[in-house]
């Protein structure tokens, strides 16, 4: 156990030395604030700390969740945070003459067995996934998941999709998904999970809601796009040019997917881009590249 964290620990120190190395500095113009790890705003970590990594302008004051953090000359930052057993919500803020940029992040951490037991029934709502508003069309798959208590029969509903069956893998987490139909028309539609026994049964809902997507696009707002190639690990790729403009086919974890040309998908952040209704002229690849 203690040989792979140190190999993470290396791994993580190396791809901070490789942005340290390689990273530009900006200047005042471009007040400009990314974290490269943890990759995600909603992550699983079960250890005791962990880093953020990233960068910004070199002489922005950092901070997180209130402490001064070190910014090196050409901007860019790791810090290790400590983590709770729980729910941990962080906030990286980076303030320069006036302006002020913020990320923020919740991570949920397992640091003993925490299978809750049959009764009294119990859902963990905090951990009801997924954490953020998702956008879909017609075959995407909508999973959910949540930590109840165990040795129960577990369903989800998505709107008027009632009864939706759940598995419970690994002992009291429960997993279940819903393909999307054409005929689906989801507007701000309520995910909410359900655990039954032979004497009641137990609701809680979700943070997020479902919407169907429809002839929207997006326009890249700043020449320093966070794009992925999937979700939720896939590897970084080339930022897109600001300005481009591409065909909006879905969103999750705080990404929106487009049409990178006819054949392959992305994924973008929704902080770095803005939408906007295409109704009348829908775009089917990437434009203006």
């Not at 604030?33 to 990759?39: C, E, R, S, T």
């Not at 008027?160 to 009864?163: G, Q």
């Given at each position: 156990m203690k040989s792979n964290i140190h190999?993470?620990?290396?791994?993580?120190?190396?791809?901070f030395l490789f942005f340290l190395v390689k990273l530009p500095a900006f200047g005042v113009e471009n007040h400009y604030?990314?974290?490269?790890?943890?990759?995600e705003e909603f992550s699983?970590?079960?250890?005791?700390?962990?880093?953020?990594?990233?960068?910004?302008?070199?002489?922005a004051l950092l901070k997180i969740n209130g402490k001064d953090v070190k910014i090196y000359p050409n901007g860019s930052f790791v810090s290790v945070f400590p983590l709770k057993?729980?729910?941990?919500?962080?906030?990286?803020?980076?303030?320069?003459?006036?302006?002020?940029?913020?990320?923020?992040?919740?991570?949920?951490?397992?640091?003993?067995?925490?299978?809750l037991p049959e009764f009294p029934m119990k859902?963990?709502?905090?951990?009801?996934?997924?954490?953020?508003?998702?956008?879909v069309q017609e075959s995407d798959i909508i999973q959910v998941s949540f930590k109840a208590s165990t040795g129960h029969k577990a369903v989800f509903a998505v709107g008027?999709?009632?009864?939706i069956p759940m598995k419970e893998s690994p002992k009291g987490t429960y997993i279940g998904t819903y393909k999307v139909?054409?005929?689906?028309?989801?507007?701000?539609?309520?995910?909410?999970?359900?655990?039954?026994?032979?004497?009641?049964?137990?609701t809680k809902y979700a943070t997020c809601n479902v919407s169907s997507i429809k002839n929207l696009s997006g326009i890249v707002e700043n020449n320093l796009s966070t794009i992925k190639e999937s979700m939720p690990n896939g590897k970084r790729m080339i930022p897109l040019p600001k300005n481009t403009e591409f065909e909006i086919t879905g969103k999750?974890?705080?990404?929106?997917?487009?049409?990178?040309?006819d054949y392959k998908n992305a994924w973008v952040k929704e902080e770095d881009i803005k939408i906007s209704d295409n109704k009348k002229n829908p775009l089917n690849i990437v434009k203006n590249i």
């Open positions: 190999i993470k620990f290396l791994t993580v120190f190396a791809i604030l990314q974290v490269f790890y943890p990759k699983q970590i079960d250890a005791k700390s962990t880093f953020f990594i990233g960068h910004t302008n070199n002489n057993d729980g729910a941990n919500y962080v906030r990286i803020t980076s303030n320069i003459q006036g302006s002020s940029k913020s990320l923020f992040y919740h991570i949920r951490t397992s640091l003993k067995s925490n299978v859902i963990d709502k905090e951990s009801i996934k997924p954490y953020k508003n998702l956008f008027n999709k009632f009864n139909k054409n005929s689906d028309n989801f507007n701000n539609t309520k995910i909410y999970v359900r655990i039954i026994s032979k004497y009641a049964k137990l999750q974890n705080g990404y929106y997917r487009f049409k990178l040309n």
